[in-house]
């Protein structure tokens, strides 16, 4: 395999998570990483062995592929910048600001041949991956994604900063396009929206019920899902599944006729396993598994919440 040269753009708490990982990956050059804030990039760059630059345009000819790890409101022109110079981005989830940027990184990437993934890091959790066979057509789904207030991420809602990885996954498993939204959030400590929840009807049958906080005095990250026979319990944090599901055979357990399964998973490396996942597609050129356009649909959702959201505090 040869060897693939990769820059990270933007320092800050995440930044130095992905240059980090780089850093140890075999087949992978880490050129450089990239922060306006010269000295925060300085210390990274000596940290992992690399260079260190203030302006990432001087990466242009230097890398195959990007992680942008900026503020939200610059993955637009970050992104853009890279992908009309022939180079694969890995973008920190939201996609963008706008349905209407997201979809021109998109249109660009496809006439350049390029690739966007995504960085809806749940979607690499080891329950998250466990489940995909066992997902099927879902009839209901409730999550709480709770935080205790840490003053990063504040520059968007708690729509776009926790919410959103539910609304990913949520629509991963529906598979189907969005019916009807009903929403409500406040904000509390910021000036944007601290606690949200969000009622998202989808086409197919699926009904979401979905709560996110920054502001609350413990972390909780669950979801439960039901479908026809089966049921499941999921918590991210513990990364540990409770299954119950019919039993051909039947049962006289504690619910008759069901089976109850409980699934632990070694505590992994989400990071790593969607910075691998990303280094594999540059290489294979294969779709990765949160693409442009599955950033996008979580957008779109995140967008409509937020706007129903608006309109009742206003």
């Known amino acids: ?7 990270v753009i933007g320092t800050g708490y995440l930044g130095k998570y992905h240059a980090e990982k780089y850093a140890r990956m075999a087949h992978v050059n880490l ?10 990039a300085g210390k990274i760059a000596q940290e992992y062995e690399t260079q260190a630059y203030t302006r990432y345009q001087d990466l242009f000819d230097k890398v195959d ?3 942008i790890v900026v503020p939200t409101q610059l993955h637009h022109s970050v992104a853009k910048d890279f992908l009309l110079n022939g180079i694969d981005v890995l973008i920190e989830k939201p996609i963008t600001q706008t349905i209407e940027q997201a979809d021109e990184l998109i249109d660009i990437a496809k006439e350049k041949n390029r690739l966007i993934q995504v960085g809806h890091l749940e979607r690499f959790n080891p329950v998250v991956e466990a489940l995909r066979d066992k997902i099927d057509h879902p009839l209901f789904i409730e999550s709480h994604r709770i935080a205790i207030y840490k003053g990063r991420g504040i520059d968007v809602s708690v729509v776009l900063d926790l919410m959103i990885h539910d609304i990913d996954i949520i629509k991963n498993f529906a598979k189907s396009e969005v019916k009807s939204i009903h929403a409500a959030g406040v904000p509390v400590i910021c000036s944007d929206v601290d606690i949200a929840n969000a009622r998202i009807e989808f086409e197919k049958g699926c009904i979401a019920n979905v709560t996110a906080s920054r502001i609350s005095m413990k972390e909780e990250r669950k979801i439960r899902i039901f479908q026809k026979d089966a049921y499941f319990s ?6 540990d599944i409770t299954y119950i599901h019919r039993k051909d055979n039947g049962s006289d357990g504690i619910i008759p006729g069901m089976e109850i399964q409980k699934l632990h998973f070694s505590a992994g490396d989400a990071l790593n396993s969607e910075l691998h996942a990303f280094v594999d597609c540059v290489h294979s050129r294969n779709i990765p598994e949160v693409p442009g356009k599955a950033g996008r649909d979580a957008l779109k959702i995140a967008l409509d919440i937020m706007a129903q959201m608006q309109s009742r505090i206003s």
């Not at 395999?1 to 820059?7: A, K």
């Open 31 to 40: 050129v450089g990483v990239v922060d306006v804030d010269g000295e925060r």
């Open 1 to 7: 395999m040869s060897i693939l040269n990769i820059g």
């Open 234 to 239: 999921v918590d991210f944090a513990k990364k």
């Open 65 to 67: 592929a990007v992680s």
